[in-house]
Nanobody
Framework: QVQLVESGGGLVQAGGSLRLSCAAS????????MAWFRQAPGKEREFVAA????????YYADSVKGRFTISRDNAKNTEYLQMNSLKPEDTAVYYC???????????????????WGQGTQVTVSS
């Protein structure tokens, strides 16, 4: 079991940047695929990005490709999401997720992860 706590959300103007962090507890963090999902009001939770246990593989939703970068530091048990060129449509609650089942596309883009954080609000004003 991995416990996850997100931070770094906030209010930013369109075109700005934010960096989200996800701190994990548990000795098996480095063995988990890590991901970010987001959910806007009235919409389903959608995949944003995922990263393999080693950090050597990443996978992005088309809507954020080229603007967002996912990374992880296994020594610090932390995952990150650098968000640049933010748009109003990026406004959502962002969730960190972890799963030990291994790297498999496109399964890693499905919201079937076994561990979730509580979410952090990102609001982009126009």
């Amino acid at each position: 079991q991995v416990q996850l706590v997100e931070s770094g959300g906030g209010l930013v103007q369109a075109g700005g940047s934010l960096r989200l962090s996800c701190a994990a507890s548990g000795r098996t963090f480095s063995r988990n695929v890590m991901a970010w999902f987001r959910q806007a009001p009235g919409k389903e939770r959608e995949f944003v990005a995922a990263i393999s246990w080693s950090g050597g593989s990443t996978y992005y939703a088309d809507s954020v490709k080229g603007r967002f970068t996912i990374s992880r530091d296994n020594a610090k048990n932390t995952e990150y999401l650098q968000m640049n060129s933010l748009k109003p449509e990026d406004t959502a609650v962002y969730y960190c997720a972890a799963d030990p089942r291994g790297w498999m596309v496109p399964r890693i883009s499905n919201p079937t992860y076994s561990n979730w954080g509580q979410g952090t609000q990102v609001t982009v004003s126009s």
